[in-house]
């Protein structure tokens, strides 16, 4: 299992070389996220049932280096269900958030990384946005709102597809007839109750948006349009 994990954390870093740490189009973070659940469940299916259940669970947090929330939060459950992870939101020592993925080592990794890609890909988007006539008529006063808005329908769109693409990929999975996301699901929920946390969910306050810059995120969002029939080599 090390050695199989190692490798699928090998090719992980080799897309994220071809994708963050380059710079890459939207449809090359298309085709790296439509990869990644490709590798994860190649990788499901060659372990045994025995081997998925004493696989060791592990945490890694994505850190915002922010005080406040920020869109990506409407985002990020969505990227754990994609993995099969848990998540939650804590603070650093420096008052900072930062996401904890909880899960299989390999979904792990793979939600870190899809959460660096998609956090990359708003800024990015918001950049371009930033250039555009429409969002020259915003008045100077009204930018903030009007970047903020963007970003939410970006991730709101995003994070749709995801649930779309995780139900169709569980389908899919189902077909073999081993119910591989239950039993992930019982590892990860046993694993994760011996932490002992006690977390609370907490009421968000409802934002003002433009729904001008709204809609224009979620246009961005549509064009992120992940297609699991994407296939790459790493």
Not at 44 to 66: F, K, M, Q, V
Request: charged letters at 30%; a neutral charge; proline letters at 3%.
């Amino acid at each position: 299992m090390d050695a199989d994990f190692d490798k699928l954390r090998g090719r992980i870093e080799g897309l994220r070389a071809k994708t963050i740490a380059n710079g890459c189009t939207e449809g090359e973070a298309l085709a790296a996220a439509a990869k990644v659940a490709e590798l994860l469940d190649r990788y499901d299916l060659s372990l045994t049932d025995i081997e998925i259940r004493s696989a060791p669970c592990a945490r890694r947090a994505y850190e915002t280096h922010h005080r406040k929330r920020i869109p990506l939060d409407d985002c990020i459950s969505a990227i754990a269900d994609f993995c099969d992870c848990k998540v939650w939101r804590e603070k650093d020592a420096a008052g900072e958030g930062i996401y904890v993925f909880f899960g299989l080592r390999s979904d792990v990794e793979a939600a870190h990384y899809l959460t660096e890609l998609i956090d990359g890909a708003v800024r990015s988007e918001l950049g371009r946005y930033k250039t555009s006539p429409e969002y020259r008529r915003f008045r100077h006063q009204e930018r903030h709102m009007a970047n903020a808005s963007f970003a939410l329908g970006m991730v709101a769109s995003i994070a749709d597809k995801l649930t779309a693409i995780k139900a169709a990929r569980d389908m899919v999975n189902s077909g073999t007839g081993r119910g591989l996301v239950v039993l992930k699901g019982s590892v990860v929920a046993a694993e994760f109750e011996k932490l002992g946390l006690g977390l609370r969910t907490v009421d968000r306050p409802s934002r003002m948006v433009s729904p001008t810059a709204y809609d224009a995120g979620g246009v961005a969002g549509a064009s992120l349009a992940i297609d699991p029939a994407i296939r790459g080599k790493t």
